[in-house]
């Protein structure tokens, strides 16, 4: 297959606005990037060292992680790398690379965070009948599908861009993104915007699913102060997840697709990039916190460090 487009380089001009404060930019944004990575890699020892916890919602919490470590990638080398030059330019290819890990990130967010929610289901609201359902296999299964399946999905989504010719180079924004480059096209692109319907179709099925598991979830929890407390200790994490990355998504589809030049930059760069931080370094916070087997498996590791770190 032939890229039939011309354009070898695409520009980007979220960082148009950064000035002096470049310096300042670039060590928040470094940080930012460290400390993702160091919450969602100790979330992901803990969960892999302790033996405990190899039960299905810490196994999905575990894929939930790694796939906030393989988002962030397409993103942070890119932008830091951008902060260090006046020029910001990518290839086209690159690009294309950078939409496909953003993107397949977001996809494999909610099918993960969804059979959490079913677990969640599964395990209060038919308890008895856990084990029976939530076997390994079916958790195989799902984790199977609800990584393939975008990945997959993806690969046609972005085959569908690379076959267009572009008229454009430039991208008002701090990463490539599959409506901007769409939107350079020389021709009508009816098959990518039916595409990106589908795609926005079945993440709203799925987070209505998960919603509606919750609420099945919360009237069983009511009934008892035993309840509560279980809502509180493993369900809330979820909840709050679900509804962070709901919105973070929300605010960049609106962004892309219905974008204003006379939003201020800073609020337009906001909106684009705040699902590539908030929910990859708040949930494994999250349920850092509020999940009692990982926060003790947390004290332990540091209890045992120390103890191994005193000197005779």
């Known amino acids: 297959m032939e890229n039939l487009s011309t354009v070898e380089l695409i520009s980007l001009s979220g960082l148009q ?9 670039f060590t928040l944004t470094l940080l930012t990037y460290l400390l993702i990575i160091s919450v969602n890699l100790t979330l992901i020892f803990i969960i892999v060292h302790e033996k405990t916890l190899h039960e299905p919602m810490y196994i ?3 894929n939930l992680s790694a796939n906030s470590l393989y988002g962030t990638t397409g993103f942070y080398p890119k ?3 951008d902060l260090l ?9 690159l690009c294309l690379i950078q939409i496909y890990v953003i993107y397949t990130s977001v996809l494999c967010e909610t099918p993960i965070l969804t059979v959490m929610a079913y677990d969640r289901y599964v395990a209060i609201c038919r308890p008895l009948q856990y084990h029976t359902i ?3 296999l079916m958790v195989k299964t799902m984790l199977f599908f609800a990584w393939c399946v975008p990945l997959s999905w993806i690969v046609i989504a972005t085959l569908c861009t690379f076959k267009l010719p ?3 180079s430039h991208i008002d924004k ?14 009508p692109n009816t098959v990518n915007n039916v595409l990106g319907y589908i795609m926005i179709t079945l993440e709203i099925t799925q987070a209505f699913f998960t919603l509606y598991s919750y609420y099945c979830i919360v009237r069983v929890c009511l009934k008892s102060k035993e309840g509560r407390s279980k809502f509180m200790q493993t369900c809330l994490p979820h909840l709050i997840a679900m509804v962070n990355f709901m919105i973070a998504t929300l605010f960049d589809v609106m962004y892309s697709r219905y974008g204003s030049d006379r939003l ?33 498996t947390l004290f332990k590791c540091c209890g045992t460090h120390k103890v191994l770190q005193r000197p005779t």
């Open 17 to 25: 606005g950064v000035g002096d404060h470049r310096s300042v930019y």
């Open 60 to 62: 999905f919490l575990c």
């Open 79 to 81: 932008i830091l790398l």
């Open 85 to 93: 030059s006046d020029v910001h330019v990518i290839s086209y290819n």
């Open 134 to 136: 939530m076997t390994p």
């Open 166 to 168: 572009l008229c454009g």
């Open 174 to 187: 701090l990463y490539c993104d599959n409506w901007s480059v769409v939107k350079l096209s020389c021709v």
């Open 264 to 296: 201020p930059l800073t609020l337009r760069n906001i909106m684009a990039v705040e699902f590539l931080v908030i929910p990859p370094l708040f949930n494994p916070i999250i349920y850092g916190l509020n999940l009692q087997k990982i926060r003790s």
